[in-house]
């Protein structure tokens, strides 16, 4: 199975110069030292010496308190350990020596606020992935043994239909829609000698789908199935219960959202697309076990009007209030209809200027990068009026992939490696029908990615790094995740998904992924303060 | 205890470049932290530190890069690094496995280093040296993420270097155009290098054609205390102590450091004679303070009749191959480079 990652930048180093290798999303800063970037550090030149000396501080440090440092590194939560300076004076201050200024934004948080996800998962020792291995091998065996029934031919096939998946995207770029055509029919006719239970046979199906509907409509016929809202939220739910994506979202968004109402008493969450309401139980009950007391939690759902009539994201708020009322919470629930997100309105969100504000969106905003670049773009009204709201923190989970290139072909070639990737994650999910059904669902987001375009496509999946340009642009700066978050999401991973997932820290972010792919991003964001802005700080 | 680390950061400091110093400091301390004094790994911190860098199957600088899963029943990846040709500068998406298209190519399988605990194939600092090691032998590289200890004890570690070898020997893309077979080096640094020898062992038992060695650095050991250990400890960067730790984290529960793993030639070690073993060559870091045990390494394969090549470094530390910066590195990529070739 051919495997790559597109979506990385310039992620090799220069062979022996010292020009800084841009290995991030930041424009390369001429102080940088090139060797250690190259081994994925950024310090400058000009504070080698001072960096040297920290380490020799912590040392020291470490050297006068042996018995302890194994159990501070434990606990302690580190930060971005690309930036080596800050990263040694935040260990310098677990060893409760005062650091020299360091330019972090963010201080370590000694262990107090231990909530009750962390301690849920510190029950169970670190990860023995041998066990694992145990349980599944005996299925590994007979899924290994089909995997080798491949023959010779069907490698030859699977290496053949990628050829022509690619050549028939170039041809529909270029507009050659009567040779696209006779490759179509060429595929369906490969796809009957190579294995379409697995592997590059699966996913070339649904690619070939794709493309057929996409010449179709470019003949003036068929139209693209978008799938009724409830059947979305069904496909939504199976494809969170079979495999850990969208948990690996949920759970780290609301670690960040957890430090971020640290200390306040009034919280209002805003979710940009509520579904079933699958991330919220798990906050409701880690802010009922903070110390101190739980706060009083607002939600703020947003979702599409269903159809008929039925006021389903109330019976949503409903059942949270009442998980909420037996956790002793006190909660209320505002639920926002709106088929786009662009169509709603910060005054219906009703925010109270005194409570923490924290807005939430899973795979929301790449909806709003409507490729015409107009000034009042829905994505810079969006985010214009979510500074506005001055929120503690905005979590931004998004699908690590370039697939809003311009250029079909390019969209195209991405969104096959991309999925195919995560349709091989899939494999490991065992349990039906949620299999089946997350492969539907991933099936409508391929669907929509190849064969749409305009208003219609809505899947315009960006990666990492152009978020951050993006968000640091409209006025957002990030806020660094931390090991703890690391260290549980890895922790949940093990516990509930089979080998193969890793999760990456990438400056503050964190990303899941298959076997060395990610596929995922999760990040954190506040607003910069703006001087000229009468907003009262919460 | 406070002024003499003094001394020794100070004379640490004056053989290395300053930034080589950061990077090797900052690699110890984190790793102190990681280590746990029962033996257990802190894995989670380990992953959050390491700093990765994904594949990239746009060429840079002539290289370019994908994963492939080698073995599903163990998640057995490795990195796959190949040259671009001049007739196709930028691959083409779908054929990263497209056959060789040389006479003879050298196929290098490299174990990297991290003393069997630590780093992973997608680590920055081995996806660079394995894309200088491309572009220096004009070969393609197989870099292989073998499972790690403590979690996965011995044999892991050869078990997975020999699961890749065959997976190397049998892709047809890889044998080079002259007699279509697949011309295989091993190499590795520190545990990496014992890991080299040990895959080579297997491979001469089973017939697999090897056709050289590179051990840089290689992590062996023994129960006794060698003259260059009691002299170097916890001077370069490395402590006997840790040293310790690692074998005990690497070797079966209960063994001790004469284990073959471990000590090849030693109590409990095999003589190679009259064994085809391949050519080695064996570079030693004049300050790394199990030395002694790599030196002895290199007499043993003598002592054998077989082909060595000692490459002593002497005022180089541990890492210093990681950064193009002094002059043992270029000294150093100048014989790998004649040493993979002289089979062209």
Same mark, same amino acid.
């Given at each position: 199975?051919?495997?790559?990652?597109?979506?990385?930048?310039?992620?090799?180093?220069?062979?022996?110069?010292?020009?800084?290798?841009?290995?991030?999303?930041?424009?390369?800063?001429?102080?940088? #030292?090139?060797?250690?970037?190259?081994?994925?550090?950024?310090?400058?030149?000009?504070?080698?010496?001072?960096?040297?000396?920290?380490?020799?501080?912590?040392?020291?440090?470490?050297?006068?308190?042996?018995?302890?440092?194994?159990?501070?590194?434990?606990?302690?939560?580190?930060?971005?350990?690309?930036?080596?300076?800050?990263?040694?004076?935040?260990?310098?201050?677990?060893?409760?020596?005062?650091?020299?200024?360091?330019?972090?934004?963010?201080?370590?948080?000694?262990?107090?606020?231990?909530?009750?996800?962390?301690?849920?998962?510190?029950?169970?020792?670190?990860?023995?992935?041998?066990?694992?291995?145990?349980?599944?091998?005996?299925?590994?065996?007979?899924? #290994?043994?089909?995997?080798?029934?491949?023959?010779?031919?069907?490698?030859?096939?699977?290496?053949?239909?990628?050829?022509?998946?690619?050549?028939?995207?170039?041809?529909?770029?270029?507009?050659?829609?009567?040779?696209?055509?006779?490759?179509?029919? #060429?595929?369906?006719?490969?796809?009957?000698?190579?294995?379409?239970?697995?592997?590059?046979?699966?996913?070339?199906?649904?690619?070939?789908?794709?493309?057929?509907? %996409?010449?179709?409509?470019?003949?003036?016929?068929?139209?693209?199935?978008?799938?009724?809202?409830?059947?979305?939220?069904?496909?939504?739910?199976?494809?969170?219960?079979?495999?850990?994506?969208?948990?690996?979202?949920?759970?780290?968004?609301?670690?960040?959202?957890?430090?971020?109402?640290?200390?306040?008493?009034?919280?209002?969450?805003?979710?940009?697309?509520?579904?079933?309401?699958?991330?919220?139980?798990?906050?409701?009950?880690?802010?009922?076990?903070?110390?101190?007391?739980?706060?009083?939690?607002?939600?703020?759902?947003?979702?599409?009007?269903?159809?008929?009539?039925?006021?389903?994201? %109330?019976?949503?708020?409903?059942?949270?209030?009442?998980?909420?009322?037996?956790?002793?919470?006190?909660?209320?629930?505002?639920?926002?209809?709106?088929?786009?997100?662009?169509?709603?309105?910060?005054?219906?969100?009703?925010?109270?200027?005194?409570?923490?504000?924290?807005?939430?969106?899973?795979?929301?905003?790449?909806?709003?990068?409507?490729?015409?670049?107009?000034?009042?773009?829905?994505?810079?009204?969006?985010?214009?009026?979510?500074?506005?709201?001055?929120?503690?923190?905005?979590?931004?989970?998004?699908?690590?992939?370039?697939?809003?290139?311009?250029?079909?072909?390019?969209?195209?070639?991405?969104?096959?490696?991309?999925?195919?990737?995560?349709?091989?994650?899939?494999?490991?999910?065992?349990?039906?029908?949620?299999?089946?059904?997350?492969?539907?669902?991933?099936?409508?987001?391929?669907?929509?990615?190849?064969?749409?375009?305009?208003?219609?496509?809505?899947?315009?999946?960006?990666?990492?790094?152009?978020?951050?340009?993006?968000?640091?642009?409209?006025?957002?700066?990030?806020?660094?995740?931390?090991?703890?978050?690391?260290?549980?999401?890895?922790?949940?991973?093990?516990?509930?998904?089979?080998?193969?997932?890793?999760?990456?820290?990438?400056?503050?972010?964190?990303?899941?992924?298959?076997?060395?792919?990610?596929?995922?991003?999760?990040?954190?964001?506040?607003?910069?303060?703006?001087? #000229?802005?009468?907003?009262?700080?919460? | 205890?406070?002024?003499?680390?003094?001394?020794?950061?100070?004379?640490?400091?004056?053989?290395?470049?300053?930034?080589?110093?950061?990077?090797?400091?900052?690699?110890?301390?984190?790793?102190?932290?990681?280590?746990?004094?029962?033996?257990?790994?802190?894995?989670?911190?380990?992953?959050?530190?390491?700093?990765?860098?994904?594949?990239?199957?746009?060429?840079?600088?002539?290289?370019?890069?994908?994963?492939?899963?080698?073995?599903?029943?163990?998640?057995?990846?490795?990195?796959?690094?190949?040259?671009?040709?001049?007739?196709?500068?930028?691959?083409?998406?779908?054929?990263?496995?497209?056959?060789?298209?040389?006479?003879?190519?050298?196929?290098?399988?490299?174990?990297?280093?991290?003393?069997?605990?630590?780093?992973?194939?997608?680590?920055?600092?081995?996806?660079?040296?394995?894309?200088?090691?491309?572009?220096?032998?004009?070969?393609?590289?197989?870099?292989?993420?073998?499972?790690?200890?403590?979690?996965?004890?011995?044999?892991?570690?050869?078990?997975?270097?020999?699961?890749?070898?065959?997976?190397?020997?049998?892709?047809?893309?890889?044998?080079?155009?002259?007699?279509?077979?697949?011309?295989?080096?091993?190499?590795?640094?520190?545990?990496?290098?014992?890991?080299?020898?040990?895959?080579?062992?297997?491979?001469?038992?089973?017939?697999?054609?090897?056709?050289?060695?590179?051990?840089?650095?290689?992590?062996?050991?023994?129960?006794?205390?060698?003259?260059?250990?009691?002299?170097?400890?916890?001077?370069?960067?490395?402590?006997?102590?840790?040293?310790?730790?690692?074998?005990?984290?690497?070797?079966?529960?209960?063994?001790?450091?004469?284990?073959?793993?471990?000590?090849?030639?030693?109590?409990?070690?095999?003589?190679?004679?009259?064994?085809?073993?391949?050519?080695?060559?064996?570079?030693?870091?004049?300050?790394?303070?199990?030395?002694?045990?790599?030196?002895?390494?290199?007499?043993?394969?003598?002592?054998?009749?077989?082909?060595?090549?000692?490459?002593?470094?002497?005022?180089?530390?541990?890492?210093?191959?990681?950064?193009?910066?002094?002059?043992?590195?270029?000294?150093?990529?100048?014989?790998?480079?004649?040493?993979?070739?002289?089979?062209?």
């Amino acid at each position: 199975m051919l495997r790559y990652d597109s979506t990385s930048s310039s992620a090799g180093s220069s062979s022996g110069s010292l020009s800084s290798s841009s290995s991030s999303s930041k424009p390369p800063q001429q102080d940088i #030292d090139g060797l250690l970037a190259g081994a994925g550090y950024k310090v400058r030149s000009s504070e080698l010496r001072q960096v040297a000396q920290r380490l020799e501080r912590l040392e020291t440090a470490m050297g006068n308190s042996p018995a302890d440092f194994s159990q501070l590194a434990s606990d302690a939560i580190l930060y971005n350990p690309s930036d080596l300076a800050c990263w040694v004076d935040s260990l310098l201050t677990e060893f409760a020596e005062p650091p020299p200024t360091c330019s972090s934004d963010f201080i370590v948080d000694p262990v107090n606020n231990q909530t009750v996800v962390n301690s849920a998962w510190t029950a169970a020792e670190p990860h023995t992935p041998q066990v694992h291995q145990n349980i599944t091998y005996d299925e590994q065996q007979s899924l #290994d043994n089909q995997l080798t029934v491949v023959t010779a031919m069907e490698e030859d096939s699977g290496i053949r239909l990628v050829h022509m998946l690619m050549t028939c995207a170039e041809c529909v770029q270029s507009g050659d829609l009567s040779l696209a055509t006779s490759l179509i029919d #060429d595929m369906q006719g490969l796809l009957t000698h190579v294995n379409t239970i697995c592997g590059i046979g699966k996913v070339a199906g649904h690619f070939i789908d794709a493309l057929s509907r %996409r010449i179709f409509q470019g003949m003036g016929g068929g139209s693209v199935n978008g799938g009724s809202a409830f059947e979305n939220e069904i496909l939504y739910h199976h494809f969170y219960e079979a495999c850990p994506y969208l948990k690996f979202a949920h759970f780290t968004a609301n670690q960040a959202i957890l430090e971020a109402f640290d200390g306040h008493d009034c919280v209002h969450v805003v979710d940009f697309n509520l579904m079933h309401g699958l991330q919220w139980p798990a906050l409701i009950q880690a802010l009922a076990l903070r110390p101190g007391g739980p706060p009083l939690l607002r939600l703020t759902g947003i979702g599409p009007p269903p159809p008929d009539g039925r006021d389903s994201l %109330r019976e949503i708020g409903l059942r949270l209030a009442e998980l909420a009322r037996s956790v002793n919470v006190r909660f209320a629930f505002r639920g926002v209809a709106a088929s786009r997100l662009e169509d709603v309105k910060p005054w219906m969100l009703q925010v109270n200027p005194k409570e923490a504000v924290a807005v939430n969106s899973i795979m929301q905003l790449h909806r709003l990068l409507g490729c015409e670049q107009t000034r009042n773009s829905p994505i810079d009204t969006v985010l214009s009026w979510i500074r506005g709201l001055n929120p503690k923190i905005m979590t931004v989970v998004e699908q690590e992939a370039n697939h809003n290139q311009p250029g079909f072909l390019d969209r195209f070639t991405e969104a096959l490696y991309y999925y195919s990737t995560m349709f091989d994650s899939l494999e490991a999910c065992r349990i039906q029908p949620e299999k089946a059904l997350a492969e539907i669902y991933i099936q409508r987001e391929i669907g929509n990615v190849v064969s749409c375009e305009g208003s219609a496509r809505v899947e315009r999946h960006e990666p990492l790094a152009k978020w951050r340009r993006r968000l640091s642009g409209a006025g957002f700066r990030a806020l660094r995740l931390g090991s703890n978050a690391f260290k549980q999401a890895s922790m949940l991973l093990t516990l509930f998904s089979a080998e193969g997932y890793s999760v990456e820290e990438n400056e503050g972010c964190l990303s899941l992924g298959w076997h060395s792919s990610p596929l995922i991003a999760a990040s954190a964001w506040q607003a910069v303060p703006a001087w #000229d802005n009468h907003m009262s700080s919460s | 205890m406070a002024r003499s680390n003094e001394v020794n950061l100070n004379e640490c400091k004056m053989v290395v470049p300053l930034n080589t110093w950061v990077l090797i400091s900052n690699f110890k301390l984190a790793y102190n932290l990681l280590r746990r004094p029962d033996g257990t790994f802190n894995r989670h911190l380990a992953e959050f530190l390491d700093r990765k860098v994904p594949a990239n199957a746009n060429p840079v600088d002539g290289v370019f890069s994908f994963d492939v899963l080698i073995d599903r029943g163990t998640s057995l990846l490795s990195r796959i690094y190949r040259p671009t040709t001049a007739e196709e500068p930028q691959p083409n998406i779908a054929e990263l496995e497209k056959p060789v298209t040389a006479a003879v190519v050298p196929v290098i399988i490299f174990f990297h280093g991290g003393s069997f605990a630590h780093s992973s194939a997608n680590s920055a600092i081995y996806d660079t040296l394995c894309r200088r090691l491309v572009r220096l032998c004009k070969a393609v590289v197989v870099s292989v993420n073998y499972r790690r200890a403590p979690e996965n004890r011995y044999p892991c570690a050869y078990d997975d270097g020999w699961t890749a070898l065959k997976w190397v020997n049998s892709r047809p893309w890889l044998q080079s155009q002259k007699d279509s077979k697949v011309h295989i080096y091993l190499a590795g640094d520190s545990s990496g290098g014992n890991i080299a020898h040990h895959v080579a062992l297997r491979a001469i038992e089973s017939g697999i054609d090897i056709l050289g060695s590179i051990l840089l650095n290689p992590m062996f050991g023994g129960q006794e205390r060698t003259e260059s250990e009691k002299r170097l400890d916890g001077k370069y960067f490395v402590t006997l102590r840790d040293r310790d730790w690692y074998w005990r984290a690497y070797l079966p529960e209960g063994e001790d450091r004469d284990h073959p793993a471990c000590n090849p030639f030693g109590p409990n070690g095999r003589s190679l004679e009259g064994i085809k073993f391949p050519k080695s060559l064996v570079v030693v870091a004049g300050l790394d303070l199990i030395q002694d045990w790599q030196l002895a390494y290199v007499e043993g394969l003598k002592k054998a009749g077989q082909e060595v090549k000692l490459l002593y470094m002497e005022q180089a530390t541990i890492g210093f191959y990681l950064l193009p910066n002094n002059h043992h590195f270029h000294t150093v990529m100048d014989e790998i480079s004649k040493f993979v070739s002289s089979d062209c």
